[in-house]
């Protein structure tokens, strides 16, 4: 029998915890012979519901479910964690840009930050989703002393995944066919789906779909404005494709990359590709152990892509501009 791997969640009655719950104690993230401790975090009017969510978890019977710990204590709920995963904060509205949340959701990630640091496993990695959820992991990072910047990540395969199914569609193939896809910047509208470096069936997309004006506008902008065409329909923001972005963030940086390939997923820059040293910034990344992980080296970034990744790095330092109040 292998060692649990401990999974905080917060946020962990919501919708988004609702969803990826299930799929991480049923064995969805890390395996089905891969025991997990679950530690759920949720604020003192969230744990009612949470109550209900642990009764059903229990009653599910998930052999590779060992111990779940609700809690509204963030020491507790970070205790020899390995994987934080910061779902917790409130969702934007109809009308609303992600960035319009920075100043009821970054506080939140500075105590979050700290309690990890203090409390996690020494390996921990942290995922953030909470929105804006770049600048809410650079907050956290930030408040995180001697944990390494390069265990933050924000989420950006929910739009990898929403680009990729676009493009399957429009070129009449399955989603399996298409790889290479790169989200450059902000998880925001002003997000930049790479279709130049992505590839269909190993071939150049630009080779598949002949149809520039598409990918050049409607392609993108479908991807940017994704998540508020959700909220329309829905009137809530997307729950289980984000926790299934989740799910394949945490399978992608703990299972090696396949050849070739790479996954979208925000992190610390390092300076690579003129990006802003210190912003995070998604990015083309891959693991060869499932362990450390490394920046895509050598993707081309032609003039149209160029823009659109400035565009988006200027968003984020003035994001980052606007919580120098919550950095330390
Ligand atoms: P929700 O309102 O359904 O749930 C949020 C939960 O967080 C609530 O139960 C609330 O009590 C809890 N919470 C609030 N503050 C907390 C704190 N300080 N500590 C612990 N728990 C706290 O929202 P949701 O639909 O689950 O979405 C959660 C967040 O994820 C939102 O910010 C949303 O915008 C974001 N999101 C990000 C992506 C992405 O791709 N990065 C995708 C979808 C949603
Ligand atoms: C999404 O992309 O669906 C989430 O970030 C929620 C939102 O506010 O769009």
Redesign the pocket.
């Known amino acids: 029998m292998k060692d649990p791997i401990t999974v905080s969640v917060?946020?962990?009655?919501?919708?988004?915890?609702?969803s990826l719950l299930f799929r991480i104690a049923s064995g969805a993230m890390f395996g089905p012979d891969q025991p997990v401790n679950l530690r759920l975090?949720?604020?003192e009017?969230?744990m009612k519901?949470?109550e209900g969510v642990v009764m059903e978890l229990d009653d599910c019977a998930f052999p590779t479910l060992n111990e779940v710990v609700p809690t509204?204590d963030?020491n507790e709920g970070f205790r020899g964690t390995n994987w934080a995963l910061l779902?917790?904060?409130?969702?934007?509205k109809a009308g609303m840009e992600?960035k319009d949340?920075l100043g009821i959701?970054g506080k939140?990630f500075v105590?979050?930050g700290k309690a990890i640091a203090g409390n996690a496993a020494s390996d921990v990695r942290t995922l953030?989703?909470?929105?804006?959820?770049n600048t809410n992991c650079l907050i956290a990072m930030n408040a995180a002393d001697g944990v390494p910047n390069d265990r933050f990540f924000?989420?950006?395969?929910?739009?990898e995944n929403r680009a990729k199914s676009q493009l399957a569609k429009k070129a009449g193939v399955h989603q399996n066919a298409v790889s290479n896809l790169c989200i450059w910047g902000n998880?925001s509208a002003t997000q930049y789906p790479d279709f130049t470096n992505a590839k269909i069936d190993g071939k150049a997309v630009t080779d598949v779909i002949s149809d520039r004006a598409w990918l050049e506008g409607e392609f993108i902008s479908t991807v940017q404005q994704r998540?508020a065409a959700i909220i329309q329909a829905r009137g809530?923001?997307?729950?289980a494709?984000?926790a299934n972005?989740v799910v394949d963030t945490v399978k992608s940086l703990t299972n090696p990359t396949p050849a070739g390939d790479w996954t979208s997923v925000a992190v610390c820059s390092n300076g690579e590709f003129g990006i802003d040293t210190g912003l995070i910034a998604s990015m083309p990344i891959r693991t060869s152990d499932g362990k450390s992980w490394e920046v895509v080296e050598g993707v081309e970034i032609d003039a149209f892509s160029r823009d659109r990744i400035d565009a988006s790095v200027q968003e984020l330092k003035e994001e980052r501009e606007a919580v120098q109040d919550l950095m330390s």
């Open positions: 917060t946020g962990a009655a919501g919708q988004i915890g609702y975090i949720e604020i009017p969230g519901a949470l509204c963030l779902v917790g904060s409130v969702p934007r992600r949340l959701n939140i105590g979050q953030v989703v909470g929105n804006p959820c924000a989420m950006t395969r929910l739009d998880h998540g809530a923001s997307s729950a494709s984000a972005g």
